[in-house]
């Protein structure tokens, strides 16, 4: 009957008691209601007058509450509402709607959800279906007055960025480094009726009432709802695991949480279980994947994510960077004044590379990679992202690196890879950076690193629930490299029979060829190895144009050539130091010492196994020796300079010439 606000400035405590009182004496009077903050003195109230405390539960109305409240007061709007949650469509004239357009009435299950039982928010969807601006309003003003005295309302806030509540998320959100606040209970959130039941017997807070706390955040801080938005993404990938939340998402058509969830957690998706992702992938509607592709990550991933592993496609197209207009606009998002060093960012930089990659942009790739590996370091600094992504980050970096030919660069981005996969724990970039590194010592022509890289792989690898051909490949190569450096035929065919007949869409298809190539030479089939090299070049033009591709296809096609007995310089010898110990044989075989010494003098070997050969034509030229004149010294130092450094098929070299 009477309605008594409590105000804490308004009045003393003992007052407020003699006022409840004097209402209560007057004895036709009725009943009176007492409404104030969390500062009511409930406990001094109850024990002085016969008191019924009411809670969220009995103010906010439940979803079967909003029905039969519609049915009562909004007798008009009967048969539309019984008719549509009976699941009949029927056409609705909104009074409140722009130049009254027809609209469907919502379920009382949408209003519920919207609204979780606010009276008035729930009169004003019930009048009007396209009212949720109007009925926000109408929530704001009372949630701010119920919440503003508080002194954890900064605490509560944050909470409104967490999409399911549970203690466990809720814990898990608290100590996310992002958070830095004490954070508040599950059982504070429902006494405050911020949350409330669902009919999956979830807690949820209400769309409504989520977008009052954001946006309040979002007024004084950007930055800071960013850094909670993904704390929370964290905490209740957690709780719940990242998979299981996507496919909750996709089953309940929560588009734009989907479309969050991908770009925020697609890293550990793919590492966990990449077919699983294709068929998430593949149950998108096409609108949710034009909306990820603003970071060309949708096709990326449809088309590199296959149930069976992946599916590398580079583009058969002359690459012009100039006029590549995602790879400008992802550029951008990486070197924007300020770079915010986050997963977002980590995210766009990952798609920069693939995209780069993959659309023949091998140098600016390369800048890409360098890019990422500074943003990554200052957000693990800052622990903005998880070793996971960071992990993913190098990887993919490595992969870059490495396909540019910048292969120290790459070693450091694939131990860096290596170090946050066991950090975190990740079997996948365990496996992936030991495989990767073993075929880049390869590469480098460390042998000895190569098969230490390669006792590391095997491991992790048993344990991937999916992928293993796919991440086995790049140590299948090196398992190759090694057998081919001790002339072991047999072994080599056995790892190469693992391997596709041909060179596939692998990005690293290049390295199975040279192999294929150096495989054929060493069997004496040069002409057919060189015949080869020049028909994968002719089929690949933009990936046979990478830095690693053609010089890794260039030294077996002139090593096949020299094989062969072909004579005049070896082109481009004097920027390849392998090229340039070929042309020094060359020299060799042709008698002409002056010429070999000065083959040796450019470039610079740059590993071991190099320098050890170039060490070995040098004794031989200095002393103009042939097999058959060459002095006791000659024959004593050779042996002493090839166990440095050198492998089994280095002296391949020498073969033809006699003196193996």
Aim: aromatic share 6%; proline share 6%; charged share 25%.
């Amino acid at each position: 009957s009477r309605i008594f606000v409590w105000d804490q400035a308004g009045g003393d405590f003992n007052a407020f008691i003699d006022r409840v009182g004097t209402l209560l004496d007057d004895p036709h009077g009725g009943r009176v209601a007492v409404v104030g903050g969390f500062d009511i003195p409930v406990n001094e109230l109850a024990a002085t007058f016969p008191t019924r405390l009411a809670g969220p539960t009995d103010v906010l109305l439940t979803e079967g509450e909003i029905e039969a409240y519609a049915v009562r007061e909004h007798d008009r709007y009967r048969p539309g509402l019984q008719a549509h949650v009976r699941g009949e469509a029927m056409g609705h004239r909104s009074p409140a709607g722009a130049g009254g357009l027809a609209s469907t009435p919502l379920t009382p299950l949408q209003i519920h959800v919207r609204t979780g039982g606010w009276l008035r928010a729930v009169r004003i969807l019930l009048t009007d279906p396209l009212g949720s601006r109007t009925a926000r309003l109408a929530i704001m003003s009372s949630l701010m007055r119920w919440l503003g005295s508080r002194a954890d309302r900064d605490m509560i806030e944050t909470a409104a960025f967490l999409p399911e509540f549970t203690e466990e998320t809720l814990e898990a959100f608290r100590v996310h480094p992002l958070v830095g606040l004490p954070g508040v209970a599950l059982a504070g959130l429902q006494e405050l009726g911020l949350v409330v039941p669902c009919t999956d017997g979830q807690w949820r807070m209400p769309t409504l009432v989520r977008e009052i706390l954001q946006a309040s955040l979002t007024d004084t801080d950007p930055q800071r709802v960013r850094e909670l938005t993904e704390a929370a993404v964290d905490a209740t990938t957690a709780d719940a695991g990242v998979e299981t939340t996507v496919e909750t998402a996709v089953r309940k058509r929560s588009w734009r949480r989907v479309t969050e969830l991908l770009h925020d957690h697609w890293i550990d998706l793919y590492l966990k279980n990449a077919p699983a992702l294709a068929r998430i992938l593949e149950r998108l509607p096409r609108h949710v994947l034009g909306g990820l592709e603003g970071t060309g990550l949708a096709s990326r991933l449809v088309t590199s994510t296959r149930p069976t592993g992946m599916d590398y496609r580079p583009s058969l197209t002359p690459p012009d960077y100039a006029r590549d207009e995602l790879a400008q606009r992802l550029r951008a998002r990486i070197t924007a004044t300020p770079v915010v060093a986050n997963r977002t960012t980590v995210t766009y930089g990952i798609a920069d590379m693939a995209h780069c990659r993959l659309s023949g942009h091998y140098t600016e790739a390369a800048e890409a990679a360098r890019l990422v590996r500074e943003i990554v370091q200052v957000a693990m600094d800052s622990q903005r992202v998880r070793p996971a992504v960071a992990g993913f980050a190098e990887l993919q970096a490595g992969i870059t690196l490495h396909l540019a030919d910048r292969l120290v660069e790459a070693r450091s981005a694939y131990e860096a890879a290596y170090f946050w996969g066991e950090r975190g724990e990740v079997d996948f970039l365990r496996a992936d950076a030991a495989g990767k590194l073993a075929l880049l010592s390869a590469h480098l022509g460390n042998l000895p690193q190569a098969r230490l890289w390669l006792g590391r792989v095997d491991e992790p690898l048993a344990s991937l629930p999916w992928g293993r051909p796919l991440l086995a490949r790049a140590a299948v190569l090196a398992q190759v490299h090694v057998a081919t450096a001790d002339v072991d035929h047999e072994r080599a065919d056995r790892w190469l029979a693992q391997l596709p007949h041909e060179p596939d869409a692998d990005e690293f298809w290049a390295a199975h060829a040279c192999l294929i190539g150096y495989s054929l030479a060493l069997q004496g089939r040069m002409a057919e190895a060189a015949q080869r090299v020049e028909e994968w070049r002719r089929h690949r033009p933009v990936g046979s144009t990478s830095p690693l591709a053609e010089r890794l296809l260039s030294e077996v096609s002139r090593m096949a050539a020299l094989g062969a007995g072909r004579s005049g310089p070896v082109p481009g010898w004097e920027h390849n130091p392998m090229l340039a110990n070929l042309e020094a044989v060359r020299c060799l075989r042709d008698g002409d010492f002056h010429a070999a010494l000065r083959a040796l003098r450019i470039p610079e070997r740059t590993t071991l196994r190099m320098r050890t050969v170039a060490a070995m034509i040098e004794v031989i030229a200095r002393a103009q020796a042939t097999p058959e004149t060459a002095d006791e010294s000659v024959l004593r130092q050779l042996p002493v300079l090839y166990r440095q450094g050198g492998e089994v098929s280095d002296l391949a070299y020498f073969h033809p010439f006699g003196w193996t």
